[in-house]
């Protein structure tokens, strides 16, 4: 069983700030990447940013030098720290982990966790 427990989500004015943070844990092999995607209603599921255990990073265009994400190797943990944050940038954020586990290589999701922007 693999384990994805995030926090850090809420609400916040536009142009304020949030950190969500994402711990990993269970029967953990080998992780490739970890990242976050966001889902707002009644559209589909998109990536925001992810990170592969050798650091390299990708970034939706639309939070590209507002987002930074970073992860602790050690720790299977993985940030998401959130500047400048937009009424659009509105959704439930999900962990998403990229490994080997029990069995074989696949996508592991959180349970995901509300960003909220608002006035």
């Known amino acids: 069983q693999v384990q994805l427990v995030e926090s850090g989500g809420g609400l916040v004015q536009p142009g304020g700030s949030l950190r969500l943070s994402c711990a990993a844990s269970g029967s953990i092999f080998t992780i490739y990447a970890m990242g976050w995607y966001r889902q707002a209603p009644g559209k589909q599921r998109d990536l925001v940013a992810s990170?592969?255990?050798?650091?390299?990073?990708n970034y939706a265009d639309s939070v590209k030098g507002r987002f930074t994400i970073s992860r602790d190797n050690a720790k299977n943990t993985v940030h998401l720290q959130m500047n400048s944050l937009k009424p659009e940038d509105t959704a439930v954020y999900y962990c998403?982990?990229?490994?080997?586990?029990?069995?074989?290589?696949?996508?592991?999701w959180g349970q995901g966790t509300q960003v909220t922007v608002s006035s």
């Open positions: 998403n982990l990229d490994a080997y586990g029990l069995h074989t290589r696949r996508d592991y």
């Open positions: 990170i592969t255990s050798g650091g390299s990073t």
